[in-house]
């Protein structure tokens, strides 16, 4: 092997792989360095993946891809202890190509796109972890392996190590330490079934998807969001929360996904499946604002390790493919200046402002931080939500417009007109 390459790239998760598999189809020689056995082995996603960003990486990917379901129909469930209120999109216009969004095994799919990144030219070495970085002066210039003789030399290192991110630290990029605000748990286990079981039971068309997202007393009132998705012969079910609530209430992930798995509403559609696989992960959640200088002399940083995920829409894969597309053409740029200074490599972080990624990471600035502190949208709301549908749909003879008049003071009773309304403007303010 090569002592020197041109790009190093630590991590072949998706922002890894768009990055490596972008430069080596423009000829420029790349490594990747993957701790684990193969792309995708220690990887794990709900998972939706979004088309469109990720044709931008690979054009027409789900005619060889290995997807699972295309996504027809999204539900949003907002759960208490007994009752389920909900609001669900399905469209046969998402059945088709050019499609919307698949659900995949991430498994699979990472070591798909690594194939391809290798097939363009870039050399993938598995079971090795970066441990640290090489330096000169204050410029990357490489990175060290932990194994004996494992020195790369690199022109640029592109930092695509997911949310653990110490190497982002130790490039001084990033604070040290964890902050459990900006942290969030999230497990979740992949449920056999046979496939017309799950056709049956989430009514869909053969072949066809859908994702659940759950939230309230699925998260125990939690700020965080739980899901169920289609595989083809399998479910993903799990449950992220921030690591700041769960340490406040004492309580750990695991109780939180079986919880979720005995709900009245939950159980029937997990019925006599077999658990095959149980993982757990963190989620970068923090925001625009905890978006970490993103480069520096010789190095730039992508994807989760860069906290690009929007917990809100539930979207990081699609992030990460972006930053590591933007992250690649900036490194093509900067080769034609023949400098991989800080100078050169500032346009990427102009280039993620510019896209969707920086745009909807602002957009959502305060969310995190506002749902957080006001568990009650989490917890009084969909109560209140959900006995007020109840006191409705009740058919007692009582008149209904007496109805509306209990369940306005049941409402007003729990939280005051004065308090509704601000609730109602700040959510706004956060979310609009
Ligand atoms: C439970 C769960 C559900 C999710 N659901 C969705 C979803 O439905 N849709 C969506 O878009 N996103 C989802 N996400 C978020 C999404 O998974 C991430 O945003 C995305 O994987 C980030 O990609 P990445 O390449 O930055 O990091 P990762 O995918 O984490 O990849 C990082 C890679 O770096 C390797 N690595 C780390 N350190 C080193 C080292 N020192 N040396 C060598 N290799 C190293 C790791 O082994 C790994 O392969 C979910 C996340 C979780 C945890």
């Known amino acids: 092997m090569a002592e020197r390459f041109e790009v190093a790239v630590v991590g072949a998760g998706p922002a890894g792989l768009a990055a490596a598999l972008t430069l080596a189809r423009a000829g420029v020689e790349v490594i990747i360095f993957e701790r684990g056995e193969h792309p995708g082995s220690k990887n794990i996603m709900g998972g939706v993946l979004y088309r469109h960003p990720t044709e931008a990486v690979v054009p027409e990917f789900y005619h060889q891809a290995p997807l699972e379901r295309p996504v027809v129909e999204q539900r949003l469930w907002l759960l208490t202890a007994e009752a389920a209120l909900t609001l669900g999109y399905k469209d046969q216009v998402f059945a088709g190509e050019p499609y919307n969004a698949f659900t995949v095994l991430r498994a699979r799919f990472d070591r798909w796109l690594a194939e391809q990144a290798v097939a363009a030219g870039a050399v993938l070495i598995n ?24 020195d790369v030399r690199a022109g640029v290192v592109i930092l695509a190590e997911g949310a653990n991110s110490l190497l982002t630290q130790k490039a001084g990029l990033k604070r040290d330490g964890i902050s459990t605000n900006q942290l969030a748990v999230a497990v979740k286990e992949i449920i056999a079934l046979p496939r017309e079981k799950i056709e049956d039971r989430f009514n869909l068309e053969e072949g066809q998807g859908c994702t659940i997202e759950l939230l309230g007393e699925a998260t125990k009132g939690m700020m965080g969001t739980a899901f169920i998705y289609t ?39 997990l019925a006599g499946g077999e658990s095959k696989e149980y993982q757990g992960h963190l989620i970068p959640e923090g925001g625009y604002q905890a978006v970490p200088q993103l480069y520096g002399n010789g190095v730039l940083v992508t994807g989760d390790a860069a906290m690009l995920v929007n917990g809100i829409h539930r979207e990081g894969a699609n992030l990460a493919l972006t930053s590591g597309l933007l992250a690649a053409q900036t490194i093509l740029a900067a080769r034609e200046k023949g400098d991989y200074s800080a100078a050169n490599l500032a346009p990427y972080r102009q280039a993620l402002e510019e896209s969707f990624v920086l745009k909807d990471l602002r957009k959502y600035q305060r969310a995190p931080f506002f749902f957080d502190q006001n568990p009650h949208f989490f ?36 939280r005051s007109r ?3 309304a601000r609730d109602l403007y700040s959510f706004w303010r956060v979310m609009g």
């Open 231 to 269: 595989n083809k012969d399998s479910l993903s079910v799990g449950v992220g929360v921030l690591l700041s609530s769960l340490v406040r209430r004492r309580l750990n992930p695991n109780d939180l996904l079986e919880h979720l798995k005995s709900h009245p509403m939950v159980r029937p559609l």
């Open 379 to 414: 917890t009084l709301y969909p109560e209140l939500l959900s006995r007020a549908a109840r006191e409705f749909l009740t058919v007692d003879n009582v008149p209904k417009r007496e109805k509306q008049n209990r369940i306005l003071r049941e409402v007003t009773a729990a």
């Open 127 to 150: 079971e090795t972890v970066i441990e640290d970085l090489l330096w000169k002066e204050d410029r990357v210039i490489g990175v060290r392996a932990g194994r004996e003789g494992g």
């Open 418 to 420: 004065f308090q509704i």
